[in-house]
C-alpha cells in the first residue's frame, strides 16, 4: 500500500499570502496525484489532477507541481473562502486508493 | 444536475448490517466507476471501495475486506455498500465519488453530501 504523508498538518496563514503545502508518497506514483479541498460540512471537491492540472472552475491562484514522490499545492493569495482542510490522493496503484492526513489551512 | 445523493445511513448496533445507496444523475452513469470513501468524526477520507463500469473490478480497503460488498445497478443508475458485521470503528459519514474513468483507477471528481453511518449499542 503506498501510504501518503501530508505536511505541516496545520497552515497558519493571513489573507492575502502564499501558502504551500507538500504531499509526499512513499513510491513513485507517477503524476497520478490529486488535490481536494473540504470546508467544515462540506464534501469535498476536485482541485487539482494529474499532479498539476486544475479541475473545472478552480482559480487561478491554485497551482500544484511535481512528481513521483514529492508534490505541492500552491495558493498564490490566499482568499478567505480558501481556508479550508486540503488532501492529497494517489490513484497510481488501486487497490487501495490512499489519501493523505490532511493540512488545515487556517486563518493567522 | 449532475449529482449524487447517498441514502440509507442511520444508528445500527454492533454485529448488524447496513445497506448504503448512491443515487446518480445528470451523466451517464455506466460510463462511469465509482467509489465510496468514508470521513470519522473529525478525521480524515479513507478510501473504502471501488468498482468499474462494468463490475468486472472491485476493490476493497483491508479494513472492510470480507464484511462490505460493493455493487452497482446500470439501469437504475444506483451504487450499493452492503455493510455486514458493523463495528464501532466503521462510525462515519459515507461519501459516494463518481471515478473520472471508468476503470476505479482515476482520481474523484464528483461526490455526493454523504450518509452518516453510526455504529452503537
Known amino acids: 500500500e503506498i501510504v501518503m504523508t501530508q505536511s505541516p498538518a496545520t497552515l497558519s496563514v493571513s489573507p492575502g499570502e502564499r501558502a504551500t503545502l507538500s504531499c509526499r508518497a512513499s513510491?513513485?506514483?507517477?503524476?497520478?496525484l490529486a488535490w481536494y479541498q473540504q470546508k467544515p460540512g462540506q464534501a469535498p471537491r476536485l482541485l487539482i489532477y494529474g499532479a498539476s492540472t486544475r479541475a473545472t472552475g478552480i482559480p487561478a491562484r491554485f497551482s500544484g507541481s511535481g512528481s513521483g514522490t514529492e508534490f505541492t499545492l500552491t495558493i498564490s493569495s490566499l482568499q478567505s473562502e480558501d481556508f479550508a482542510v486540503y488532501y492529497c490522493?494517489?490513484?497510481?496503484?488501486?487497490?487501495?486508493?490512499?489519501f493523505g492526513g490532511g493540512t488545515k489551512v487556517e486563518i493567522k | 444536475e449532475v449529482q449524487l445523493v447517498e441514502s440509507g445511513g442511520g444508528l445500527v448496533q454492533p454485529g448488524r448490517s447496513l445497506r448504503l445507496s448512491c443515487a446518480a444523475s445528470?451523466?451517464?452513469?455506466?460510463?462511469?466507476?465509482m467509489h465510496w470513501v468514508r470521513q470519522a468524526p473529525g478525521k480524515g477520507l479513507e478510501w473504502v471501495s471501488g468498482i468499474s463500469w462494468n463490475s468486472g473490478s472491485i476493490g476493497y480497503a483491508d479494513s472492510v475486506k470480507g464484511r462490505f460488498t460493493i455493487s452497482r445497478d446500470n439501469a437504475k443508475n444506483s451504487l450499493y455498500l452492503q455493510m455486514n458485521s458493523l463495528r464501532a470503528e466503521d462510525t462515519a459519514l459515507y461519501y459516494c465519488?463518481?471515478?473520472?474513468?471508468?476503470?476505479?483507477?482515476?482520481?474523484?471528481?464528483?461526490w455526493g453530501r454523504g450518509t452518516l453511518v453510526t455504529v452503537s449499542s
Open positions: 490522493q494517489q490513484y497510481n496503484n488501486w487497490p487501495p486508493h490512499t
Open positions: 445528470g451523466f451517464t452513469f455506466d460510463d462511469y466507476a
Open positions: 465519488a463518481k471515478d473520472m474513468s471508468d476503470s476505479a483507477s482515476g482520481y474523484f471528481d464528483l
Open positions: 513510491q513513485s506514483v507517477s503524476s497520478n
